[in-house]
T-cell receptor
Framework: NAGVIQTPRHKVTGKGQEATLWCEPISGHSAVFWYRQTIVQGLEFLTYFRNQAPIDDSGMPKERFSAQMPNQSHSTLKIQSTQPQDSAVYLC??????????????FGPGTRLLVL | QQNVQQSPESLIVPEGARTSLNCTFSDSASQYFWWYRQHSGKAPKALMSIFSNGEKEEGRFTIHLNKASLHFSLHIRDSQPSDSALYLCAVSMDSGGSNAKLTFGKGTKLSVKS
Protein backbone atom coordinates (compact mmCIF):
# COMPACT_ATOMS: atom_id res chain seq x y z
CA ASN A 1 0.00 0.00 0.00
CA ALA A 2 1.65 3.20 -1.19
CA GLY A 3 -0.35 5.44 1.09
CA VAL A 4 -1.88 8.73 -0.03
CA ILE A 5 -0.01 10.12 -3.01
CA GLN A 6 0.26 13.84 -3.65
CA THR A 7 1.79 15.52 -6.66
CA PRO A 8 3.72 17.66 -7.16
CA ARG A 9 5.65 17.66 -3.90
CA HIS A 10 6.84 21.21 -4.47
CA LYS A 11 5.40 23.96 -6.65
CA VAL A 12 6.54 27.53 -7.18
CA THR A 13 4.18 29.94 -8.93
CA GLY A 14 4.17 33.62 -9.65
CA LYS A 15 1.51 35.86 -8.18
CA GLY A 16 -1.64 35.65 -10.29
CA GLN A 17 -0.90 32.26 -11.80
CA GLU A 18 -2.98 29.12 -11.38
CA ALA A 19 -1.92 26.09 -9.34
CA THR A 20 -3.42 22.61 -9.52
CA LEU A 21 -2.63 20.08 -6.83
CA TRP A 22 -3.34 16.36 -7.15
CA CYS A 23 -4.20 13.71 -4.63
CA GLU A 24 -4.57 9.95 -5.02
CA PRO A 25 -6.26 8.42 -1.95
CA ILE A 26 -5.52 5.01 -0.54
CA SER A 27 -7.25 2.38 -2.63
CA GLY A 28 -10.65 1.54 -1.18
CA HIS A 29 -10.92 4.70 0.87
CA SER A 30 -14.14 6.55 0.11
CA ALA A 31 -13.50 9.81 1.99
CA VAL A 32 -10.99 12.45 0.88
CA PHE A 33 -10.08 15.55 2.85
CA TRP A 34 -7.97 18.59 1.96
CA TYR A 35 -6.17 20.65 4.61
CA ARG A 36 -3.47 23.30 4.51
CA GLN A 37 -0.71 23.90 7.02
CA THR A 38 1.16 27.10 7.80
CA ILE A 39 3.34 28.13 10.71
CA VAL A 40 0.95 30.92 11.68
CA GLN A 41 -2.46 29.24 11.24
CA GLY A 42 -1.51 25.64 11.84
CA LEU A 43 -3.38 22.83 10.12
CA GLU A 44 -6.73 23.99 8.75
CA PHE A 45 -9.55 22.07 7.07
CA LEU A 46 -10.49 23.07 3.53
CA THR A 47 -12.94 20.57 2.02
CA TYR A 48 -14.20 16.97 2.17
CA PHE A 49 -15.57 14.44 -0.33
CA ARG A 50 -17.29 11.15 0.38
CA ASN A 51 -17.93 8.67 -2.43
CA GLN A 52 -16.79 11.46 -4.80
CA ALA A 53 -19.60 13.80 -3.65
CA PRO A 54 -18.72 17.12 -1.98
CA ILE A 55 -19.83 17.00 1.64
CA ASP A 56 -18.29 19.99 3.38
CA ASP A 57 -16.40 22.92 1.84
CA SER A 58 -16.74 25.24 4.81
CA GLY A 59 -12.99 25.88 4.98
CA MET A 60 -12.50 26.81 1.34
CA PRO A 61 -11.80 30.42 0.41
CA LYS A 62 -14.71 30.76 -1.95
CA GLU A 63 -13.40 33.10 -4.61
CA ARG A 64 -10.23 31.45 -5.91
CA PHE A 65 -10.23 27.90 -4.54
CA SER A 66 -12.06 24.93 -6.00
CA ALA A 67 -11.84 21.17 -5.53
CA GLN A 68 -13.09 18.24 -7.50
CA MET A 69 -13.15 14.48 -7.27
CA PRO A 70 -13.94 13.19 -10.76
CA ASN A 71 -13.35 9.54 -9.85
CA GLN A 72 -12.57 7.45 -6.79
CA SER A 73 -8.86 7.43 -7.49
CA HIS A 74 -8.04 11.11 -7.50
CA SER A 75 -8.99 14.55 -6.33
CA THR A 76 -7.70 17.97 -7.39
CA LEU A 77 -7.44 21.29 -5.61
CA LYS A 78 -7.19 24.29 -7.91
CA ILE A 79 -6.15 27.76 -6.85
CA GLN A 80 -6.74 30.53 -9.35
CA SER A 81 -4.87 33.82 -9.32
CA THR A 82 -2.52 32.65 -6.57
CA GLN A 83 -1.49 35.16 -3.92
CA PRO A 84 1.53 35.11 -1.57
CA GLN A 85 -0.78 34.32 1.36
CA ASP A 86 -1.70 31.04 -0.38
CA SER A 87 1.83 29.78 0.30
CA ALA A 88 1.44 26.72 2.52
CA VAL A 89 1.73 22.97 2.62
CA TYR A 90 -1.46 21.48 1.20
CA LEU A 91 -2.26 18.11 2.71
CA CYS A 92 -4.64 15.48 1.41
CA UNK A 93 -6.00 12.75 3.67
CA UNK A 94 -8.21 9.75 3.04
CA UNK A 95 -10.22 7.45 5.25
CA UNK A 96 -12.49 4.45 5.10
CA UNK A 97 -15.46 5.64 7.12
CA UNK A 98 -16.31 3.24 9.91
CA UNK A 99 -19.62 4.27 11.41
CA UNK A 100 -18.41 2.87 14.72
CA UNK A 101 -15.95 5.72 15.06
CA UNK A 102 -12.62 4.26 13.88
CA UNK A 103 -12.42 6.79 11.06
CA UNK A 104 -8.67 7.37 10.97
CA UNK A 105 -7.56 9.93 8.42
CA UNK A 106 -4.31 8.99 6.67
CA PHE A 107 -2.34 11.96 5.38
CA GLY A 108 -0.20 12.27 2.30
CA PRO A 109 3.22 13.98 2.34
CA GLY A 110 1.74 17.24 1.12
CA THR A 111 2.43 19.72 -1.67
CA ARG A 112 4.54 22.69 -0.62
CA LEU A 113 3.24 25.68 -2.58
CA LEU A 114 5.29 28.85 -2.75
CA VAL A 115 3.78 31.92 -4.41
CA LEU A 116 6.33 34.56 -5.30
CA GLN B 1 -17.06 27.39 15.85
CA GLN B 2 -14.76 24.79 17.37
CA ASN B 3 -11.64 26.19 19.02
CA VAL B 4 -8.85 23.78 19.88
CA GLN B 5 -5.91 24.94 21.99
CA GLN B 6 -2.74 23.07 22.89
CA SER B 7 -0.22 23.56 25.67
CA PRO B 8 2.63 23.93 25.99
CA GLU B 9 3.75 25.30 22.61
CA SER B 10 7.11 23.62 23.00
CA LEU B 11 8.77 21.25 25.41
CA ILE B 12 12.28 19.97 25.95
CA VAL B 13 12.66 16.84 28.10
CA PRO B 14 15.52 14.46 28.86
CA GLU B 15 15.50 10.93 27.51
CA GLY B 16 13.53 8.64 29.81
CA ALA B 17 11.26 11.38 31.16
CA ARG B 18 7.47 11.28 31.34
CA THR B 19 5.94 13.87 29.04
CA SER B 20 2.43 15.34 29.22
CA LEU B 21 0.74 17.25 26.42
CA ASN B 22 -2.58 19.03 26.80
CA CYS B 23 -5.49 19.90 24.55
CA THR B 24 -8.69 21.81 25.24
CA PHE B 25 -11.70 22.14 22.95
CA SER B 26 -14.68 24.46 23.00
CA ASP B 27 -17.64 22.49 21.59
CA SER B 28 -19.18 20.12 24.14
CA ALA B 29 -20.82 18.16 21.30
CA SER B 30 -17.40 16.94 20.12
CA GLN B 31 -17.34 13.18 19.78
CA TYR B 32 -13.91 11.99 18.61
CA PHE B 33 -10.49 12.96 19.88
CA TRP B 34 -7.16 12.29 18.22
CA TRP B 35 -3.45 12.80 18.67
CA TYR B 36 -1.34 13.01 15.54
CA ARG B 37 2.45 13.09 15.38
CA GLN B 38 4.34 14.89 12.64
CA HIS B 39 8.08 14.48 12.22
CA SER B 40 9.84 17.33 10.47
CA GLY B 41 8.99 17.43 6.76
CA LYS B 42 6.72 14.41 7.01
CA ALA B 43 2.99 13.74 6.93
CA PRO B 44 0.97 13.86 10.15
CA LYS B 45 0.35 10.32 11.37
CA ALA B 46 -2.41 9.21 13.71
CA LEU B 47 -0.95 8.15 17.04
CA MET B 48 -3.96 7.44 19.23
CA SER B 49 -7.65 8.20 19.50
CA ILE B 50 -10.35 8.02 22.15
CA PHE B 51 -14.11 8.28 21.90
CA SER B 52 -15.36 8.01 25.48
CA ASN B 53 -14.35 9.43 28.84
CA GLY B 54 -11.46 7.74 30.55
CA GLU B 55 -8.02 6.48 29.67
CA LYS B 56 -6.55 4.36 26.92
CA GLU B 57 -3.01 2.98 26.92
CA GLU B 58 -0.99 1.75 23.96
CA GLY B 59 2.61 0.90 24.76
CA ARG B 60 4.36 3.99 26.13
CA PHE B 61 1.46 6.27 25.23
CA THR B 62 -1.66 7.02 27.27
CA ILE B 63 -4.53 9.24 26.24
CA HIS B 64 -6.93 10.66 28.80
CA LEU B 65 -10.27 12.31 28.03
CA ASN B 66 -12.52 14.40 30.28
CA LYS B 67 -15.43 15.66 28.22
CA ALA B 68 -16.94 17.63 31.10
CA SER B 69 -13.73 19.62 31.41
CA LEU B 70 -13.41 19.92 27.61
CA HIS B 71 -9.90 18.52 27.96
CA PHE B 72 -7.84 15.61 26.76
CA SER B 73 -4.19 14.81 27.10
CA LEU B 74 -1.38 12.59 25.86
CA HIS B 75 1.21 11.13 28.21
CA ILE B 76 4.43 9.58 26.99
CA ARG B 77 6.30 7.26 29.32
CA ASP B 78 10.09 6.80 28.94
CA SER B 79 10.42 9.46 26.24
CA GLN B 80 12.89 8.65 23.46
CA PRO B 81 14.79 10.92 21.04
CA SER B 82 12.70 9.38 18.26
CA ASP B 83 9.62 10.88 19.94
CA SER B 84 10.90 14.34 18.99
CA ALA B 85 8.21 15.76 16.70
CA LEU B 86 5.26 18.11 16.44
CA TYR B 87 2.27 16.67 18.32
CA LEU B 88 -1.14 17.76 17.05
CA CYS B 89 -4.41 17.20 18.83
CA ALA B 90 -7.58 17.07 16.75
CA VAL B 91 -11.30 16.92 17.38
CA SER B 92 -14.21 15.88 15.17
CA MET B 93 -17.96 16.00 15.63
CA ASP B 94 -18.73 12.96 13.53
CA SER B 95 -17.15 9.89 11.99
CA GLY B 96 -17.82 9.15 8.37
CA GLY B 97 -20.75 11.53 8.30
CA SER B 98 -21.26 15.09 7.15
CA ASN B 99 -19.16 16.60 9.96
CA ALA B 100 -16.13 14.33 9.87
CA LYS B 101 -13.55 17.07 9.42
CA LEU B 102 -10.77 17.33 11.97
CA THR B 103 -10.18 20.61 13.81
CA PHE B 104 -6.56 20.76 14.92
CA GLY B 105 -4.67 22.60 17.60
CA LYS B 106 -1.52 24.43 16.55
CA GLY B 107 0.70 21.77 18.03
CA THR B 108 3.29 21.14 20.72
CA LYS B 109 6.86 20.81 19.53
CA LEU B 110 8.55 18.12 21.62
CA SER B 111 12.31 17.69 21.78
CA VAL B 112 13.73 14.72 23.67
CA LYS B 113 17.43 15.17 24.48
CA SER B 114 19.71 12.17 24.94
Amino acid sequence: NAGVIQTPRHKVTGKGQEATLWCEPISGHSAVFWYRQTIVQGLEFLTYFRNQAPIDDSGMPKERFSAQMPNQSHSTLKIQSTQPQDSAVYLCASSFPDWGGQDTQYFGPGTRLLVL
Amino acid sequence: QQNVQQSPESLIVPEGARTSLNCTFSDSASQYFWWYRQHSGKAPKALMSIFSNGEKEEGRFTIHLNKASLHFSLHIRDSQPSDSALYLCAVSMDSGGSNAKLTFGKGTKLSVKS
